[in-house]
């Protein structure tokens, strides 16, 4: 066992190690809740002029804070916590991060080894907890003057480089501490590696060579893509505007209509000529769906929101059926998948483009579905006016066109997303979307915001209905020093269920489904510093929504709706679509 004298020299140099390392690895923000175990970290950081910090009392909120840094940013963030359940206030954000590859640094603090598994207080078994949600995990010794600060260096290299390389995400280290954490204020500090303390460069550095496109697979796809006229791309969640721009000119090279998920980046402010944007209403309509199965669907990025979609292609079964990522894991719920490419999606997009001979597709193809997406749009402006009543597809609406240039969008799940992906109007500016579809749960949806407005370095607008409000609230305190607009759509439930068949068993629903909890959200905006406004007309919120996001700090928007009659008026305009499609 290390000598007591030396426990806390070496605690705060291990602790100045792994925070110097992280900085010189890129690692842009380290996201904190309090805690005893990690106070070395902690000093560490506080020390640490480069580091960036973001402390919040919620070890749940950070852990999103961090995934919604690295939304934003392409770059993990660290997530700095104490031992026992405080590590496991983790897991949601770690599953979410997990299935969708955003990267991120586990930095959990722990007791030693010789205090496991015998009773100690808030002692856990922490190396397993995230399982195989997680890329890499290393269980790092307590600091002893028997291992080589270099060994400290080199596992935080190692850690930084897995939570990037493909398929990014999560990796986990786990940070033995013994008590005293730390040496006393005028006690002497030890160093790391001399050459490496003299230096601002990473101890090891990883070279990650992006593989080259193989021509070969690029012509076996053109192979299989070249007899198609009636055939789909689509553009599923992407992680930037870039991956969504080459996805839209392969559509075009291949005279393929393109249908772009809200996280596609290319859903909004995008206009071209193969873009159909509301295709989701268009696939409302039987008839419609019925004349327009696709030959071949070629899919790029992650998964799409929409059902109608999926149950539409699975229902078509086209063949061929080619899914591009840049992972390896199976994108295939219908299981009609026939060929799974793995590469990166802007080298293969132009690769395939450049290749394949340019033409119209056959029989007005992409006239057709072109057509009838702007005949929805016309419908939604006659059907939804911007001087309207203020309803939920409405505010959708409005955010999508007047979310101002230079904004970020965070959507939250249930309703609001679906909003925004069937009525988001295509003339607004092309604003970078983050959700966290990976899982697709409620949790944390604030706390992203948190995170990817400190990652964009710019005012973010985030749409989120009441229940998930409620369920992050206290991460409303992380939005005190950030421009961040949140428009609550406050249906007094959850409004997503009124859309199941659950909701026909009247004797059971509203208690266990609706779950209705009659509060409104002023008081909330009041005790964490928030300007509050609760817009009643469209006029109304579109001058609440206009001077939020042009003044500094945070802004809480209330809408409140209701559930009936948002169900009632989805489907009146499913229902005026389809009429007008036919």
Not at 59 to 73: D, N, Q, V
Not at 290 to 314: C, D, I, N, Q, Y
Not at 478 to 490: A, G, I
Request: glycine share 10%; hydrophobic share 40%.
């Amino acid at each position: 066992m290390t000598p007591k004298s030396t426990t806390p020299v070496l605690n705060r140099l291990w602790a100045d190690l792994i925070v110097e390392e992280l900085v010189r690895s890129g690692v842009g923000l380290f996201c904190v809740a309090p805690g005893s175990r990690s106070t070395p970290l902690v000093a560490a950081l506080a020390a640490n002029p480069r580091a960036r910090s973001l402390i919040h009392f919620d070890e749940r909120g950070t852990a999103f804070a961090a995934l919604g840094y690295a939304r934003a940013t392409g770059g993990p963030a660290a997530w700095i916590t104490t031992s026992g359940t405080a590590v496991a206030n983790g897991l949601p954000a770690v599953v979410e991060a997990s299935v969708d590859g955003v990267p991120m640094i586990l930095l959990t603090a722990d007791r030693p080894s010789e205090l496991r598994q015998t009773g100690a207080n808030q002692t856990i078994d922490q190396p397993d907890l995230f399982g195989d949600y997680i890329r890499w995990r290393f269980d790092l010794p307590a600091p002893d003057p028997g291992i080589q600060p270099a060994v400290v260096l080199t596992t935080v290299d190692q850690a930084v480089y897995r939570s990037r390389r493909a398929p990014s995400g999560p990796v986990h280290l786990n940070l033995m501490f013994r008590e005293p954490f730390l040496p006393a204020p005028d006690e002497e500090l030890a160093t790391g590696p001399t050459s490496w303390s003299r230096g601002g460069e990473p101890y090891t550095r990883y070279a990650a060579t992006k593989p080259a496109v193989d021509a070969g697979e690029v012509e076996s796809i053109r192979d299989v893509l070249r007899p198609v006229e009636r055939g789909l791309v689509v553009a599923g969640r992407l992680a930037s505007r870039t991956q969504g721009e080459a996805a839209v000119g392969l559509a075009n090279a291949l005279g393929w209509p393109l249908l772009p998920d809200i996280g596609s980046q290319v859903r909004l402010g995008t206009d071209p000529a193969n873009v159909v944007a509301h295709y989701d209403a268009l696939l409302g309509s039987e008839e419609f769906a019925a004349a327009h199965a696709p030959e071949a669907v070629l899919h790029v990025g992650g998964r799409a929101l929409s059902k109608r979609l999926e149950g539409f292609l699975a229902a078509s079964r086209p063949e061929p059926y080619v899914v591009l990522r840049e992972n390896p894991f199976r994108l295939d719920p219908g299981h009609i998948v026939s060929h799974s490419v793995e590469a990166d999606i802007v080298d293969f997009c132009a690769s395939l483009g450049a290749i394949f001979p340019k033409r119209d597709s056959g029989d007005g193809w992409l006239a057709g579905w072109r057509e009838a997406s702007e005949g929805v749009g016309r419908s939604l402006n006659l059907l939804l006016p911007k001087d309207g009543a203020l309803t939920e597809p409405l505010v959708a609406r409005l955010v999508s066109r007047h979310a101002p240039e230079g904004h970020g969008l965070v959507v939250a799940n249930s309703m609001p997303i679906r909003d925004l992906d069937v009525f988001a109007a295509t003339d607004g500016a092309p604003v970078p979307v983050a959700a966290n579809r990976g899982a697709s749960g409620i949790d944390g949806t604030i706390a992203t915001t948190a995170g990817f407005s400190r990652g964009l370095g710019k005012p973010v607008t985030l749409v989120i209905g009441d229940l998930s409000v409620l369920h992050d609230l206290n991460s409303l305190a992380m939005l005190r020093d950030l421009p961040v607009t949140v428009v609550v759509l406050n249906n007094d439930g959850g409004g997503i269920f009124s859309f199941l068949p659950v909701a026909g068993h009247q004797e059971f629903f509203e208690p266990y489904f609706g779950t209705p909890q009659g509060v409104t959200f002023e008081p909330a905006a009041t005790m964490f510093g928030l300007r509050y406004e609760s817009p009643r007309t469209a006029a109304e919120f579109l001058e609440a929504y206009r001077s939020a996001c042009a003044r500094e700090g945070s802004t809480l928007i209330e809408v409140k709706t209701d559930r009936e009659e948002n169900f009632a008026l989805h489907r009146q305009l499913s229902a005026e679509i389809g009429r007008t499609l036919r």
